[in-house]
């Protein structure tokens, strides 16, 4: 069980960025394999980027490709996502969470422990 706390997030016009950052606790951070997801208004979960335990696997839903990065400081037991270009349609609450499987999961049910959300809003 890991507790996932992110922050970060804000408001930011269109074409800007920001950098989210998701601190653990709780339990050994290097041996997890994490992701970000996404929540809209009316909208299901959606993943939007994960990374392996060793920082060398990441992969990205084709909306973020080319302008989000995943990465993770396990000495610091954080993980980020930095957004660029950011666009209104990436408005959504951002969560934090850790998988419980191995491989590259994607969906909602892979993941065990999940932070709270950090709200991100992209104005035209």
């Known amino acids: 069980q890991v507790q996932l706390v992110e922050s970060g997030g804000g408001l930011v016009q269109a074409g800007g960025s920001l950098r989210l950052s998701c601190a653990a606790s709780?339990?050994?951070?290097?041996?997890?394999?994490m992701g970000w997801f996404r929540q809209a208004p009316g909208k299901e979960r959606e993943f939007v980027a994960g990374?392996?335990?060793?920082?060398?696997?990441?992969y990205y839903a084709d909306s973020v490709k080319g302008r989000f990065t995943i990465s993770r400081d396990n000495a610091k037991n954080t993980v980020y996502l930095q957004m660029n270009s950011l666009k209104p349609e990436d408005t959504a609450v951002y969560y934090c969470?850790?998988?419980?499987?191995?491989?590259?999961?994607?969906?909602?049910?892979?993941?065990?422990?999940w932070g709270q959300g950090t709200q991100v809003t992209v104005s035209s």
């Open positions: 969470a850790a998988a419980r499987i191995l491989g590259s999961p994607t969906m909602v049910t892979d993941f065990g422990s």
């Open positions: 709780g339990r050994t951070f290097s041996s997890y394999g």
């Open positions: 990374i392996g335990w060793n920082g060398d696997n990441t």
